[in-house]
């Protein structure tokens, strides 16, 4: 890890104790010391914006970041907090499609891209497919009843053309 990267998770580290605008004054700082091309920069602007509850002005700068080509799990985090963002500012299908251009890459991931999907599902009235991804990802952390969960879950929602089961 670099010594910028070091300095940006030391004051997220102390996010509760600074204070919303004292992160987003800190990170801007960090960010100036970064070329404009490099998407560090926006990305953890954003972040610092979206945390205090500024997702409008969050949103471009992690559109920005993305743009720039943050890669890696940066770049899967940046989806998930920017669909977040989305969801928030009233736009979840809008948030579902970004998770799902990650869904692939989430790598660790994988169960913070299926609750942020969860959370969009149901904004927009899908409880059934809500509790059913929620579910799917959390039955592997089950100790007992992980395959009745799992297959409950899936029995939620359906795969298209099947007829729903009545019954227990």
Do not use: C, K
């Not at 070091?6 to 580290?13: A, F, K, L, S, T």
């Not at 559109?63 to 943050?70: D, K, T, V, Y």
């Not at 599902?121 to 952390?141: K, N, Q, T, Y």
């Amino acid at each position: 890890m670099d010594d910028w990267q070091r300095r940006v998770d030391e004051i997220w580290d102390a996010a509760s104790e600074l204070g919303e605008h004292e992160v987003i004054v800190r990170i801007d700082a960090l960010v100036a010391e970064l070329p404009d091309h490099d998407p560090r920069g926006p990305f953890e602007a954003a972040g610092a914006r979206d945390s205090a509850g500024l997702e409008e002005e969050a949103e471009s700068r992690y559109r920005r970041s993305l743009e720039l080509g943050l890669s890696g799990r940066a770049r899967v985090e940046a989806h998930i907090q920017l669909a977040s963002t989305i969801r928030n500012l009233g736009r979840p299908g809008e948030s579902l499609a970004l998770l799902d251009e990650v869904a692939g890459d989430a790598g660790d991931l994988v169960d913070a891209v299926a609750a942020f999907r969860a959370l969009a599902l149901a904004s927009i009235g899908e409880a059934d497919a809500a509790a059913s991804v929620a579910l799917v990802a959390l039955a592997p952390h089950l100790t007992q009843y992980r395959r009745a969960v799992d297959a409950y879950a899936r029995e939620l929602v359906p795969p298209p053309g099947d007829a729903p089961r009545t019954g227990t």
